[in-house]
C-alpha cells in the first residue's frame, strides 16, 4: 500500500463567484501541503533535533527513546512521556487520529509506524508529517505556519524562524500563545542548542541566533479573517454542502470551487440589513436569494456579526413557517378538486383538537365573511385554512410538500396556521417556492457551479435538474394569486413598486417572513426573536395554545405589529437595490449601444429619454 492510500490529508479550497473573482478558502483544516524540496534544509535539521533525531537511521520506532519513556511512566506510575518517534507521531495523527494516552493507542501507533516505514522512504514520511502535523490557531502543515506565523513561503524560512516553528510542534498552544512570545522564544533557543549539540548548525550560527526572537513571535490575526462577515455565511454554507454532496472530493482535494455567489445580491442584502431600522441584537436576521432558473444561491446573510461557530438560520435554521405554508396547502387544495373560486365562511374558530382547545382567528381580528380561497391566500385568513384543512388528504400533503424539500415532522391540523413539528429553514422555503415560478418544477438549491483542481481538471459541474411535481395549470394559478398578494394582500410594499413580484408574508409571535421572487431571483427574509433552533419540537405543541398563534392570527399591540412588517421592510428595501443595480446595467449597455449609432438615429431615439417626450409626444 502507497503512502498516499495511506495517508490522505485535507485541503484547503479556493472558492470563487460567478463572475470568477476570489470569494474565500473552504477547509476543514487550514492546510496547504508542500513538497519536500521546497523545506529549507535548516527546517528539517531544526524539526529533525526537536522531535527525533534518530530518524533517518531507524525503522520507525527508537529503541532507546521508548525504553527511557517506560522508565518514566513506571517511575511516575503514570504515562507522562512516549517517546514517539517522527514516523509514530504521522501514524498517530494521520492514521489513527487519537490523542488518548492509552498502551492500546500506543501499540496501533508502532504498528501504523511500522507499516508507513514500510510503504514510504524516510523523505516522504517527514514531507507527509510537516503537512499532517499541527501549529494552532486551526494551522496544520508547516507551509501554512509559515505563510501565517512569517508571512513568507516556507522555503523562504530562515534558521531562527525555523527553529521557532519546530519548537512550536510539541505544544502550539503553550508556545504560540504565550502574549509576549517569551516562552516560545525559549524554547526556539533550546531547538537552536539541540541543533548544535547534533552538529547540524555551527557554533557561530548558534551564537548569532540564540537570544534574538523572531519577527512576529506568536501568532495574532489569520489571512482567512479577511472574509467579509456577510460572506462568511456563504462560505460556511458553501463547507457543508461539499461536506454532504461531494464527500468523494472534498476536504481531502485542493480545488478551485466556482460558486453561484453574486457579489451585487450580496451587497444589496448587506446594505439593507446595514440600514434596517429596526435591527438590533435582541433580533435575529436572514436573507438569502435563490437564481429563479437554476437554484444557484447568489447571496445569503445573517446579519453583520459573524463569527466563529455562528449559527447560520439561512441554512441551518428550523423555523416555524407561519403563513408561508398556505399556498402548499392551496395547491393540494387544487390537486383535491377544490378551485380558486371555493368559498369558506371567515369567522373566528374555536375548536377541540386533540384534547387542546384550538382557536384560530385573524390578524387585527378582521373576518370577511364569505370569501374565495384565492381572497384567503391574498389576505392570509387563518380562519378559511383551518376549515380547509380538515376537508384535505393530509397524507397526501405531507408527500407534496416532501418532494419540494419540506419535511414538516408530524402533521396535524394545525398546519393550517404554520405550526408544525418539525421546522423549516429558509433555503428550504426559498427552493420549496421555485415550484410555483417555475410552472409546476421543483428546483433542489446548489452554492456550486463546478468543481475543478488546482491543475485544472474538471471534477463536477452542476447541471439544472427540475423535479415536474405539480400540474403546471395549478403552479400558474397560485402564481397569479401570489402576484395578487404584492398588490392588494398582505404582502403589499409601502414605498416601491417592485414589477412582476409573488410574495407571501408568514409571522409568528416572535418572527416574520417574506417569501417574494420575480422572473430573475427568489428572496427570502427572516427576522425573530431568539428562535428555537431545535431540529424538533415536542409533538403536542404541534397544535398551538390560544398564546402561540400567529401573529396574523391576532392583535395585541402596535410594538407587535410593527415586528410583524419588518421581514417585509426588509425585503421592499433588497428589491430596490436590486432594480437599481439592474436599471444601472441597463443603462450602461444602452449608452454603449448609442455609442456606436449616427446622429440621426439618435435624434430619434432622443425622445425615449425625455420624460416628456419627442414633438410633445408622450412616451410609455
Known amino acids: 500500500m502507497t503512502l ?15 463572475d470568477e473573482e476570489p470569494l474565500g478558502f473552504v477547509f ?7 513538497s519536500y524540496e521546497e523545506l529549507p534544509k535548516h527546517l528539517i535539521y531544526a524539526v529533525i533535533s526537536a522531535e527525533d533525531k534518530r530518524f533517518f537511521s531507524h525503522k520507525g520506532f527508537d529503541p532507546i527513546s521508548l525504553l527511557r519513556a517506560c522508565w518514566k511512566n513506571v517511575k511516575n506510575l503514570a504515562i507522562i512521556q512516549g517517546g514517539s518517534t517522527i514516523t509514530q507521531q504521522l501514524a498517530r495523527v494521520a492514521i489513527i487520529r487519537s490523542n488518548r494516552r492509552t498502551l ?39 507551509k501554512t505556519a509559515a505563510l501565517e506565523y512569517f508571512g513568507k513561503d516556507v522555503s523562504e524560512l530562515d534558521l531562527n524562524e525555523s527553529a521557532y516553528l519546530a519548537g512550536l510542534i510539541r505544544g502550539p498552544n503553550r508556545y504560540c500563545l504565550n502574549k509576549n512570545g517569551e516562552l516560545g522564544n525559549k524554547r526556539k533557543d533550546r531547538v537552536l542548542e539541540l541543533m548544535h549539540k547534533n552538529n547540524l548548525i555551527s557554533e557561530s550560527d548558534l551564537v548569532i541566533n540564540k537570544g534574538r526572537g523572531v519577527n512576529a513571535p506568536y501568532f495574532c490575526k489569520s489571512s482567512l479573517d479577511d472574509c467579509p462577515n456577510t460572506d462568511c455565511y456563504y462560505l460556511d454554507y458553501l463547507k457543508k454542502y461539499l461536506l454532504e454532496n461531494h464527500g468523494d472530493v472534498f476536504p481531502f482535494t485542493q480545488m478551485l470551487v466556482k460558486t453561484a455567489f453574486d457579489k451585487r445580491c450580496q451587497d444589496a442584502i448587506t446594505q439593507t440589513i446595514t440600514e434596517f431600522p ?33 449559527f447560520n ?3 441551518n435554521g428550523y423555523l416555524q413557517p407561519g403563513s408561508t405554508i398556505k399556498p402548499f396547502i392551496l395547491a393540494q387544495a387544487l390537486k383535491q378538486g377544490f378551485s380558486l373560486e371555493s368559498k369558506f365562511e371567515s369567522k373566528k374558530l374555536s375548536m377541540d383538537l386533540f384534547g387542546k382547545k384550538w382557536e384560530v382567528g385573524n390578524f387585527n381580528e378582521i373576518y370577511r365573511g364569505q370569501i374565495s380561497l ?4 391574498i389576505y392570509s385568513d387563518n380562519t378559511v385554512y383551518a376549515q380547509l384543512i380538515f376537508h384535505l388528504n ?6 407534496f410538500l416532501k418532494t419540494v424539500g419540506i419535511d414538516i415532522g408530524l402533521l396535524t391540523p394545525a398546519l393550517a396556521t404554520g405550526a408544525i413539528s418539525g421546522g423549516i429553514s429558509p433555503l428550504q422555503v426559498a427552493a420549496a417556492y421555485t415550484v410555483f415560478s417555475n410552472k409546476g418544477f421543483y428546483l433542489p438549491p446548489t452554492p456550486i457551479i463546478e468543481l475543478r483542481k488546482i491543475t485544472g481538471q474538471k471534477l463536477f459541474e452542476s447541471r439544472s435538474s427540475p423535479r415536474y411535481v405539480l400540474d403546471h395549470t395549478i403552479a400558474s394559478e397560485i402564481d397569479d394569486v401570489l402576484k395578487r398578494v404584492t398588490t392588494e394582500g398582505t404582502g403589499v410594499f409601502t414605498k416601491h413598486n417592485v414589477p412582476n413580484l409573488r410574495a407571501k408574508t408568514g409571522t409568528t409571535n416572535t418572527e416574520s417572513w417574506y417569501v417574494s421572487y420575480n422572473e430573475k431571483y427568489h428572496l427570502v427574509t427572516w427576522v425573530g426573536e431568539k428562535p428555537n433552533f431545535e431540529r424538533h419540537i415536542d409533538a403536542r405543541d404541534a397544535t398551538p395554545p390560544r398564546n402561540t398563534l400567529s401573529r396574523e392570527d391576532r392583535s395585541d399591540s402596535r410594538e407587535k405589529t410593527e415586528k410583524a412588517v419588518t421581514a ?22 444602452v449608452a454603449k449601444a448609442i455609442h456606436k449609432l449616427n446622429s440621426a438615429q439618435v435624434t430619434e431615439l432622443e425622445g425615449y429619454f425625455m420624460p416628456w417626450g419627442k414633438n410633445d409626444k408622450v412616451y410609455h
Open 4 to 18: 498516499n492510500k495511506l495517508i490522505n490529508l485535507p485541503q484547503l479550497s479556493l472558492a470563487i463567484s460567478a
Open 28 to 34: 476543514t483544516e487550514y492546510r496547504i501541503n508542500a
Open 104 to 142: 492500546k493507542r500506543k501499540l496501533l501507533e508502532l504498528l501504523a509506524a511500522i507499516k508507513l516505514e514500510k510503504s514510504a522512504d524516510k523523505k516522504q514520511i517527514l514531507e507527509a508529517y510537516l503537512n499532517a502535523i499541527y501549529f494552532g490557531y486551526n494551522m496544520f502543515g508547516v
Open 278 to 310: 429596526f435591527y438590533d441584537r435582541e433580533h435575529k436576521i436572514s436573507c438569502l436569494i435563490l437564481d429563479k432558473s437554476n437554484g444557484g444561491v447568489k447571496a445569503l446573510s445573517n446579519g453583520l456579526d459573524f463569527s466563529s461557530g455562528s
Open 313 to 315: 438560520i439561512a441554512v
Open 374 to 377: 384565492a381572497e384567503a391566500l
Open 394 to 399: 393530509l397524507d397526501e400533503l405531507k408527500a
Open 568 to 589: 417585509k421592510q426588509l425585503a421592499e428595501r433588497i428589491w430596490e437595490y436590486l432594480r437599481i443595480k439592474r436599471k444601472l446595467g441597463e443603462f450602461c449597455e
